[in-house]
């Protein structure tokens, strides 16, 4: 059973860089064909899916963050990471990590259980 867990600040300042990751376990981030995804719920809203990692390290970004979004990762750590810079108070928001096969993208079967993140000074 693979699980997620992300970690990070919880608390970030506006302007600045937010630096999230995601730890994997009971299943490697390389496997074929999974990808792993950041998705945000700000409050009161929907989720929002912002852009993931495949298994062989290809990343796709939402387009309304491309400019501000980067998704990496560490194998050896079985790890993947977000960074999302110039925040604003919009982006507060609760951001999780999730696996869904590339084949049924939006099924995404196992999830971590979320990491608030406010963006105040």
């Known amino acids: 059973q693979v699980q997620l867990q992300e970690s990070g600040p919880g608390l970030v300042k506006p302007s600045q860089t937010l630096s999230l990751t995601c730890t994997v376990s009971g299943g490697s981030i390389t496997t074929s064909y999974y990808a792993w995804s950041w998705i945000r719920q700000p409050p009161g809203k929907g989720l929002e899916w912002m852009g993931v990692?495949?298994?062989?390290?290809?990343?796709y970004y939402s387009p309304s963050l491309k400019s501000r979004i980067s998704i990496s990762r560490d194998t050896s750590k079985n790890q993947f990471s977000l960074q999302l810079s110039s925040l604003t108070p919009e982006d507060t928001a609760v951001y999780y990590c999730?696996?869904?096969?590339?084949?049924?993208?939006?099924?995404?079967?196992?999830w971590g259980q979320g990491t608030q993140v406010t963006v105040s000074s």
């Open positions: 990692i495949a298994y062989d390290g290809s990343t």
């Open positions: 999730a696996r869904a096969p590339i084949a049924t993208m939006g099924a995404f079967g196992s």
